[in-house]
């Protein structure tokens, strides 16, 4: 401890009282090791004016650096439901001390001071650590606790859970996702029977009940990697979804476990499989990847179809490019441009009279529908004019995603 150090300390305290962890916190070079309190009273013993500032009649905290502890204990309350490994302390500090803690440091106009903010949310940290036998993680911590001082409460933040799985469908009129009634949005009345709800169930209802259920969270988002119609199945080895479970009070659930009870829940609707934990990181991977999807179509003609004439439509199709203009059914919420799609694979299965059966593998993003119809020619070429038969899909299911 150098003179110059002695003689800042000497002029602060003549003017501030200061407990010895304010004082201890203007001199971060001195001592490393000891905590705060040990550095103020280490340089408090060889002042001239040695009397000591108890915490409580402290000028800046008033106290609040010996709070730690409370703190602990409001934080340790507030967690013990959640299952967690690691944590972060944050802290919103009172104003007040804050405002005289920039005075004190325009006083002594040095830059080697440390925040009151950090003291209390490394100490908390460090108490916690050992009281609860958690670590402290800066990158990605289960639960982050921010300490309202001014309030004395604490705030805690759960790091969602996130699990990937694929879904399968097997029943047509299930939305992928939740829809609020149009005429209430949510609220409940006579049209949607107080469901607040246009469909009775989705896809994102039938699985993830079963995990809220699981983990104790309180919400939940369901990812899907593209949607399939509302009236179309979802076969093959399923569709690649992201469920995000929001503020769960448990985080290591058995995935064996909760697949076979999500599967016999929602049985002979919709199945799923490959779950695993995930992260935020993989939502948009499965947003935006591209993969390649396949689709079992049944299409009625106006006229009965020629089958010679439609196995050679197919065979023009396959490997073509197409373009499509935003079809009109959902021109109101998506940009009008055209898009280049191509067509993989297109193989005719059978002809009965007006009726007929296609596989079609085509680039992530096409519309089938419009392929088929041509949609007043915004979609070239298309089915219905290469085969000079006005066409439409009855029916149509994704029997496989390619590309994971
Ligand atoms: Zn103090
Ligand atoms: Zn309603």
Redesign the pocket.
Known sequence: MNDKTLTLAEKTVSVYH??D??LGRLFRQIEKGPTNKQKGTLIRNNLKQSKK?H?KD????????EETDHFVDLISDALKEYEFDTFLIGSKIDEDIVEREKELWDFISSEDFEPIKMEINREVGKILEEKLGKTVDFEKPDITVIVDTAFDVVNPQIRPLFIYGRYKKFERGIPQTKWPCRICRGKGCRSCNYTGKRYETSVEELISKKALKRTKGNDESFHGCGREDIDALMLGSGRPFVLEIKNPKKRTIDLAILTSEINSYTKDRVEISNLRFSDRKEIARIKNAEFQKTYYIVIEGEKPIKKEKLKEVAQLLLGKTIEQLTPTRVAHRRANKIRERKIYNCKLESVEGSIARLTIETQSGTYIKELVSGDSGRTTPNISEMLGIPCKVKELDVIEIKGE
């Open positions: 200061l407990c962890s304010c500032t915490a402290c000028w800046l905290c008033e106290g609040l650096t």
